[in-house]
């Protein structure tokens, strides 16, 4: 006997019973979306490796151990992609989408890391990746974390908190790599692998270090917000001003670095205590550098990734979770007339009642065991045709989610009539 196939190591199935949490968060998020002005934009999910070496940066966890490379049939490095961004930007320069833009964008679908599964973690994973290029200002930096805090409210999800911090420009982050540089050389002996290897490369990264052991060190070396330019400091005090304008919590946070090296000034992260270690349910902040770094023109930018998994998860416990929408009518028929006639009502009922839900009874079996299906799925009214019934050219109908006797009706009226017993039943699509 074959060995049973199962998914590869975290590269989860969602059954149907799961789906509908993901179709909340989609269907919530793109209204926001569409709202504050945001147009969706789809980009390979293959591309060249390059590009997320010079973009996230050689001395990450993602490039050095996470990413799925391998390399094609012409000879080329290919990567399944980590993350969104790097591919939106190409696709802005490879499009020529960049001179004078201001674009609102969005992107959403599977991205591929190598790491250890856990709760929270997969290698195969889902973003919705936002992205605003050609805004210079902190006004769209508080308009995206305003969006953010809306979509919590509207999901029902109390249990995230915002964390923010600025990294300055490129200048005052050089100042603060070689502080930090020379503050970790002093402690080298105190340093695991991985930190010590980042120590020439890019001291920041040590800044995310998982290691509990480093915990104390890590605390005691100094703080970017030390090193801030005057003009960083004056665009994180306008963010802050703004955010207190409109209600929105935060709290900072000064060894907030985030993961990918193409970060500069604002970075946030909104985190929650509900997902054990993976705490980070959406996070983003400022790129201004890295579309000239990929080859573009200078263009400032911000954006944010929200992982799926972890949001329908907090949605999950938070219980908000929308119900499937059962169907409005479940087709009964008998006799093989009926069988073929029925059909063809539903596919009328279908055409008159867009969006109501019409579920055609299939498969055969006798009444009674079409009458348990029509109840186990929900439906308002059953539409039940024999060949008696279709001798006399009509149809009975009979409301199911009360006691109610069942009625007759002709079938050339029948689209009109499930229209008005449905309004009866106070029944809609919405």
């Not at 591309?47 to 012409?74: A, C, N, P, Q, W």
């Not at 990264?205 to 915990?215: E, F, G, T, V, Y």
């Not at 109840?375 to 019934?389: F, P, Q, V």
């Not at 017993?421 to 809609?428: G, K, N």
Request: aromatic share 6%; with cysteine.
């Amino acid at each position: 006997m074959s060995r049973q196939l199962q998914a590869v190591r975290g590269m989860n199935d969602v059954l149907p019973e799961q789906i509908g949490a993901w179709q909340q968060l989609e269907r919530v998020l793109c209204g926001l979306l569409h709202d504050y002005g945001y147009e969706e934009i789809r980009v390979p999910v293959v591309e060249h490796t390059e590009l997320f070496k010079r973009s996230i940066g050689e001395f990450t966890d993602i490039v050095e151990k996470e990413m799925y490379t391998f390399e094609d049939s012409g000879g080329d490095s290919l990567t399944l992609r980590p993350e969104a961004t790097a591919g939106v930007a190409r696709a802005l320069i490879s499009n020529g989408l960049l001179r004078g833009a201001r674009l609102k964008l969005w992107t959403a679908g599977p991205m591929f890391r190598h790491e250890r599964p856990q709760a929270g973690r997969f290698r195969q994973f889902h973003q919705f990746s936002v992205e605003a290029v050609g805004f210079a200002g902190p006004d769209v930096d508080a308009e995206l974390i305003a969006l953010g805090a809306r979509l919590w409210q509207r999901l029902g999800i109390s249990r995230v908190r915002l964390v923010l911090n600025s990294l300055g420009t490129s200048a005052a982050r050089a100042q603060y790599r070689s502080a930090l540089q020379a503050y970790f050389q002093a402690h080298e002996s105190a340093l695991d692998g991985d930190s010590r290897r980042r120590l020439q490369g890019n001291p920041l990264r040590i800044l995310d270090s998982k290691n509990p052991a480093l915990r104390a060190l890590i605390d005691g070396a100094p703080v970017l917000t030390d090193y801030l330019d005057d003009e960083s400091r004056q665009h994180f005090d306008a963010l802050r001003a703004m955010l207190d304008g409109i209600g929105v919590a935060y709290t900072i946070n000064p060894r907030l670095v985030r993961g990918l090296d193409y970060y500069s000034r604002t970075v946030f992260e909104w985190i929650t205590d509900a997902l054990g270690a993976q705490d980070a349910v959406c996070s983003g902040g400022r790129y201004d550098g890295l579309i000239s770094q990929l080859g573009g023109e200078a263009t400032p930018a911000v954006g944010f990734a929200l992982g799926i998994e972890r949001v329908v998860e907090l949605i999950r416990q938070a219980g908000t979770a929308a119900a499937a929408r059962p169907p409005a009518v479940y087709v009964i028929a008998s006799g093989a007339g009926a069988e073929a006639r029925a059909l063809a009502l539903a596919e009328q009922l279908r055409e008159a009642l867009p969006g109501q839900g019409v579920h055609m009874n299939l498969g055969g079996g006798n009444f009674k065991a079409q009458f348990r299906r029509a109840d186990r799925c929900g439906a308002c009214l059953a539409l039940i045709l024999g060949d008696a019934e279709l001798e006399r050219g009509v149809a009975a109908l009979k409301p199911l989610r009360r006691e109610a006797g069942q009625s007759e009706c002709p079938l050339a009226d029948l689209p009109a009539q499930v229209g008005k017993m449905l309004q009866e039943e106070s029944w809609t699509s919405t």
